[in-house]
Every structure is written in structure tokens, then in C-alpha cells.
């Protein structure tokens, strides 16, 4: 429906608009969190800072992601990526308090949940990257049919419904 909504906000209104439009929606998510969701009581922890936790989870990633788009294989970065996470994992499962509990992989529960949501994000979801391009891509680039925002957001209906049921 949100796409739907998209397409409907860029075709009378311009792109711009969806930008304003998930702006003013973030804006009141914000406030009805405070308004509606009571404070959690802290919890009580060690006083030890995970900082190694997070000042090694950050390259970690990020040279993991650079090594997806770039270079992996030329410039060696799938390598550093995998050192620096062996270290993270390795200091997050000795600390009391880790920045991220990568215990919580142990539980079933955790670890299908995580498993679904990446099946989900690598596979249905990317028709949005796809489909919605080559519907909207101009007719005369030989690959587009120059259709409407709306039409994509409306094309992609029956994927997120069942990826609704899925989940």
C-alpha cells in the first residue's frame, strides 16, 4: 500500500512530495511513540563500555559492504572484512555487556526470524528495485514502458501481500 501511496503522491503532486510526505509521517511516529509507548526500566549492567564492540563492528561491515559492490577480489577487502568480524565476535562473546549480543544467534527463535527477514530482503523484495525501473523507464530506452509511478506501486501489490502472509 505504501508504494501505491508513493506512486499516487509523485504522479499529482511530483517526487519531491513522497520525501515531504515520509518526513510527516516519521514526524508523527515520533510523537505517538512518546505519547503511547511507556519508558522501560533500565536494566542493570556491568558499567563496562563495549567500546572495542563498537569501534570494530563499524569497518567491519563497511568493508564487508565495500567488498559486495567494489572490489572483493581486487583489492582484497572480503578478507579484511571477515578479520575484523572474527575479532568482533570473538570480543563481543568475552565482554559482559557487548555492544550487540551476537549470543542471541543461539536462540532458534532469534536466528529463524533473522533468516526469514534476509531470505525476504534477497529475494521478493528486490522486485521493487527491478520492476518498478522497468516500469517506469521511458519507452524510447527500449527497455521501459513508460508507465506511472502508481501503476509500479500497483504492480507490486500482490508481492507484498503475500510477503505480508509469509512473514
Known sequence: ??????GLIADLFGWQMV???????????LASTFLLIPASKPEELSG???????????????SGLFALSRGA???GWDDLSVILLTIWVRQSLKHPDPLLNVRL??????????????????GSLQIVYILALLFQAPVWTGVGLGLTATFAGLAKLPSSIFSMFAG
Not at 19 to 29: E, K, N, Q, R, S
Request: aromatic share 10%; no cysteine.
Open 1 to 6: 500500500a505504501s508504494l501505491i501511496l508513493g
Open 73 to 75: 577480489k581486487t583489492w
Open 48 to 62: 563496562k563500555l563495549d567500546i572495542w564492540g563498537g569501534v570494530l563492528f563499524v569497518p567491519a561491515i563497511a
Open 105 to 122: 544467534f543461539a536462540n532458534r527463535n532469534i536466528l529463524i526470524a533473522n533468516m526469514i527477514a534476509i531470505t525476504m530482503a534477497l
Open 19 to 29: 520525501f515531504v510526505a515520509a518526513a510527516l509521517l516519521g514526524l508523527a511516529a
